[in-house]
């Protein structure tokens, strides 16, 4: 092993060493390497390396589960635990859970209120939005001041007779529209040429040319 390799995994023997006391629970070499390889740049090859020596050496202890390898702490330099500081342990871990679950309580909470907040106007933003609305309320206030002292209002019975009006032009309209194509159809029958032909001969202009259409009665 070359020197610049042997320091290698030298240095990277004590992370991993520290690394697996404070997990205290097994890892292959790949999960090693992906857990620490972000923080601390090792190579698989230093990884996998390290780890053996740390076994050779008795500071972890390696077991075979198939054909993968698992490394993980000497457990006898761990302090023997009773039932009664497990049950220590247990009464932490249920008050840890319930802060961390409290915590994030609080966090949805705060994300919530910082979001409505960002989406909210600020003040200059609103002061601007305001005066707008000022601006647009003066001038349909002043619209609706035109209006009150206008002199040409149309009253109910002129109404009235603009409507009777448009429903009498309107019959009018569709009558003579049927007489023309009821007309037009009788000389179409001996007629050579086409529908269309005939019109332009004749020099006949039709609603649909305009995009006119009869309003409903």
Same mark, same amino acid.
């Given at each position: 092993m070359s020197k610049g390799r042997a320091e290698a995994v030298a240095g990277a023997s004590g992370i991993l060493l520290r690394y697996l006391q404070e997990q205290n629970r097994p890892y292959s070499a790949q999960d090693v390497f992906g857990n620490l390889q972000r923080e601390h740049r090792l190579g698989k090859a230093v990884v996998v390396k390290a780890l053996d020596q740390l076994a050779q050496q008795g500071k972890t202890k390696e077991k075979m589960y198939g054909k993968q390898k698992i490394y993980f702490a000497d457990q006898e330099q761990f302090d023997m635990i009773n039932d009664a500081d497990l049950q220590v342990l247990d009464a932490k871990i249920v008050a840890l859970t *319930?802060?961390? &679950?409290? %915590? &994030?309580?609080?966090?949805?909470? /705060?994300?919530? #209120? %910082?979001?409505?907040?960002?989406?909210? %106007?600020?003040?200059?933003? /609103? &002061? !601007?939005?305001?005066? $707008?609305? !000022?601006?647009?309320? *003066?001038?349909?206030? #002043?619209? %609706? $001041?035109?209006? $009150?002292?206008?002199?040409?209002?149309?009253?109910?019975?002129?109404? #009235?007779?603009?409507?009777?009006?448009?429903?009498?032009?309107?019959? #009018?309209?569709? $009558?003579?529209?049927?007489?023309?194509?009821?007309?037009?159809?009788?000389i179409l029958e001996g007629y050579p040429k086409s529908k269309k032909q005939f019109f332009e001969e004749v020099g006949i202009e039709t609603d649909e040319d305009y995009n006119l259409k009869l309003p409903d009665p």
């Amino acid at each position: 092993m070359s020197k610049g390799r042997a320091e290698a995994v030298a240095g990277a023997s004590g992370i991993l060493l520290r690394y697996l006391q404070e997990q205290n629970r097994p890892y292959s070499a790949q999960d090693v390497f992906g857990n620490l390889q972000r923080e601390h740049r090792l190579g698989k090859a230093v990884v996998v390396k390290a780890l053996d020596q740390l076994a050779q050496q008795g500071k972890t202890k390696e077991k075979m589960y198939g054909k993968q390898k698992i490394y993980f702490a000497d457990q006898e330099q761990f302090d023997m635990i009773n039932d009664a500081d497990l049950q220590v342990l247990d009464a932490k871990i249920v008050a840890l859970t *319930a802060k961390v &679950q409290s %915590l &994030q309580q609080s966090c949805r909470h /705060m994300e919530a #209120e %910082l979001k409505e907040l960002t989406s909210a %106007l600020t003040t200059p933003e /609103m &002061q !601007k939005e305001i005066q $707008k609305v !000022k601006k647009e309320c *003066a001038g349909y206030t #002043e619209i %609706l $001041k035109n209006i $009150k002292v206008a002199t040409n209002h149309v009253t109910p019975e002129e109404k #009235e007779q603009v409507y009777r009006e448009r429903q009498r032009y309107c019959k #009018e309209w569709r $009558k003579r529209k049927r007489m023309a194509t009821e007309l037009s159809d009788v000389i179409l029958e001996g007629y050579p040429k086409s529908k269309k032909q005939f019109f332009e001969e004749v020099g006949i202009e039709t609603d649909e040319d305009y995009n006119l259409k009869l309003p409903d009665p």
